[in-house]
């Protein structure tokens, strides 16, 4: 019998409390959850803090979390013990590499030549694993993922470079609201789940093999 494991998707949450009792209700249904940035407002640390304490003061499975360009700068030891953050994170065949938070706070675009650093290491990662997840508040530039009817595109050159030449399984994204797409990309499915504070969400379906989980299904959904 064919086995799955599930994934909850969640961005741009923005110090929004509206959904939490919803997430709590459905949390224990999954055994990974990703977030991906924009966690709290303004860079307000005491909500940063408040919205995952509430979340995942209970949760015993693993949770990744990535900043956005309005979250706080915080050390990992205010973070609930558990919660892998912004950081490489390698099981066996599967892999999860977490983009930390380069992007300019006041005019909301990519810091382009940190990005491009992180080359090396993505493609180190994604070529030992068989399953690869790239994790980032930022979208990458000129797909559907990062398109806003009055800016046009705003995600990231260098990061659509990263994906092109590193070839991972998934790319996690958030950032731009009016982006909630799912798109293939060479060999990359590119997921924004849309924002959580007006209810969307994402759930990822991973199928458990002998050589480690690969990637099944990805539904973008609504609370």
Do not use: Q, W
Not at 151 to 170: N, Q, V
Not at 179 to 186: A, L, T
Not at 209 to 217: E, I, M, P, V
């Amino acid at each position: 019998m064919v086995k799955y494991v599930k994934a909850l998707i969640l961005g741009d949450i923005h110090g929004s409390l509206k959904y939490l009792s919803h997430i709590r209700m459905v949390l224990d249904s999954y055994e990974y959850v990703f977030v991906l940035g924009d966690i709290s407002f303004d860079r307000n640390r005491r909500f940063f803090i408040r919205i995952i304490d509430g979340l995942f003061h209970s949760f015993n499975k693993v949770v990744f979390i990535v900043r956005g360009e309005n979250d706080p700068e915080v050390f990992l030891g205010e973070v609930r013990e558990g919660i892998v953050f912004e950081k490489t994170y390698i099981s066996n065949s599967f892999g999860v590499i977490m983009i930390p938070p380069l992007i300019s706070y006041d005019l909301k675009i990519p810091l382009e030549t940190e990005i491009a650093k992180l080359e090396h290491n993505i493609c180190n990662v994604c070529n030992k694993v068989e399953t690869s997840i790239l994790v980032t508040h930022i979208p990458p530039h000129g797909l559907k993922v990062d398109y806003n009817p009055v800016r046009g595109y705003m995600g990231s050159y260098a990061l659509r470079r990263i994906i092109e030449d590193c070839k991972p399984t998934l790319t996690l994204c958030a950032h731009v609201h009016e982006g909630r797409n799912i798109v293939k990309h060479g060999k990359t499915v590119i997921v924004n789940p849309g924002p959580l504070r007006r209810g969307f969400y994402g759930e990822l379906y991973m199928k458990i093999a002998d050589s480690g989980l690969k990637l099944f299904s990805v539904i973008l959904s609504r609370f």
